[in-house]
T-cell receptor
Framework: NAGVTQTPKFRILKIGQSMTLQCTQD?????MYWYRQDPGMGLKLIYY???????DKGEVPNGYNVSRSTTEDFPLRLELAAPSQTSVYFC?????????????FGPGTRLTVT | AQSVTQLGSHVSVSEGALVLLRCNYS??????LFWYVQYPNQGLQLLLK??????LVKGINGFEAEFKKSETSFHLTKPSAHMSDAAEYFC??????????????FGKGTLLTVNP
């Protein structure tokens, strides 16, 4: 049971480039989330999904897109990367229907946009 | 809207001393509350959680926290700090109302330093 996995671990992008951050979980969790972490700011929710085919915006969605075609995968797409998107990105999942309310986090992707 | 305030962005203690990390929350409904720990260059790991059962919650690595509704607090404590406790700690709140989708609102974090 690998839990939540994220790829890549590190990436450097030039301004205006695009990329997809991958997130996969093997725990059959229906809820998945994307956060960004900036120094001294805690974690902010970007997008979340309550199941395959259902996604919604979080607190800071601008500049990002998501899709959820399967229960396991929840990729985050950056279009036209900007320096303000330099951050550490975390994917998380949970399964509230079984009384599981805590979120399980992946190891993160450190992204630098220059 | 919910919010979380962690008092003290940096706390420094001596090895063997009491650890106290403060967390106050704002929520219009009874919340679920969590403490996570983050070691350098790693993801977040759950330390403990309050989900409306016992108000004194014990977690991993000897940590515990007490939910005090009257004070809207959920402070994290450990009787005796160990060098391995040095990390960043995050308090988070989850709205339990219908439609909240269990989203977490995080505090800004407290960096714990343990001095030998």
């Amino acid at each position: 049971n690998a839990g939540v996995t994220q790829t890549p671990k590190f990436r450097i992008l030039k301004i205006g480039q695009s990329m997809t951050l991958q997130c996969t979980q093997d725990m059959n969790h229906n809820y998945m989330y994307w956060y960004r972490q900036d120094p001294g700011m805690g974690l902010k929710l970007i997008y979340y999904s309550v199941g395959a085919g259902i996604t919604d915006k979080g607190e800071v969605p601008n500049g990002y897109n998501v899709s959820r075609s399967t229960t396991e995968d929840f990729p985050l797409r950056l279009e036209l990367a900007a320096p303000s998107q330099t951050s550490v990105y975390f994917c998380a999942s949970t399964l509230p229907t079984l009384g599981l309310y805590e979120q399980y986090f992946g190891p993160g992707t450190r992204l630098t946009v220059t | 809207a919910q919010s979380v305030t962690q008092l003290g962005s940096h706390v420094s203690v001596s090895e063997g001393a009491l650890v106290l990390l403060r967390c106050n929350y704002s929520s219009s409904v009874p919340p679920y509350l969590f403490w996570y720990v983050q070691y350098p260059n790693q993801g977040l790991q759950l330390l403990l959680k309050y989900t409306s059962a016992a108000t004194l919650v014990k977690g991993i690595n000897g940590f515990e926290a007490e939910f005090k509704k009257s004070e809207t607090s959920f402070h994290l404590t450990k009787p005796s700090a160990h060098m391995s406790d040095a990390a960043e700690y995050f308090c988070a709140v989850s709205d339990t109302s219908g439609g909240s989708n269990y989203k977490l609102t995080f505090g800004k974090g407290t960096l714990l330093t343990v001095n030998p």
